[in-house]
């Protein structure tokens, strides 16, 4: 697999680092691409709750492409950017990486666009908050 070069690193914030595990295999043994679009959704999710300050809901998911496989053992990283903002959704690109276990070798895998409704306690879309350093796009949380 090709190592990431300076002019190809990773776009936005590092939200989800997992392991592919067995368990996440198609039966020809690759890691099942709907197993990187869960993640994805969830990396995108975490960027939209904390985006909206609180309940998201994915409304889309466009434009995924998949650009290598990934294997089981493979460190699956996932970086997410608000590439726009309306009254109450959001668009969130999305990129997965993989480093082989043993090297710091990296590459992209997949990217794509998760749009993202901010919702109200009775799940009806709402009004997205004014952006604010706690809550600004793009921005990592705080630990």
């Known amino acids: ?3 990431a070069s300076a002019s190809q690193l990773p776009e ?3 939200t989800i680092r997992v392991i592919a595990m067995p368990t996440d295999t198609n ?3 690759d890691v099942f691409g709907g197993w990187i679009i869960s993640q994805m959704d969830l990396a995108a999710g975490t960027t939209a709750a904390f985006r ?3 309940r998201a809901a994915t409304v889309a998911i466009n434009g995924v492409v998949f650009l290598e496989p990934v294997v089981v ?3 699956v990283s996932i970086y997410t950017h608000i590439t726009r903002e309306g009254r109450t959704s959001m668009t969130i690109h999305v990129q997965t990486w993989r480093r082989a276990r043993h090297t710091h070798l990296t590459s992209k895998v997949t990217e ?3 749009t993202f409704v901010a919702l109200d306690e009775n799940r009806r879309p709402r009004p997205l908050p004014p952006a604010t350093p706690g809550n600004s ?3 990592a949380p705080t630990v």
């Open 52 to 54: 909206a300050n609180g």
């Open 12 to 14: 936005g914030v590092p």
């Open 1 to 3: 697999m090709p190592a």
């Open 112 to 114: 794509g666009d998760f």
């Open 137 to 139: 796009p793009n921005s």
């Open 27 to 29: 039966p020809a043994g």
């Open 73 to 75: 053992g493979d460190e």
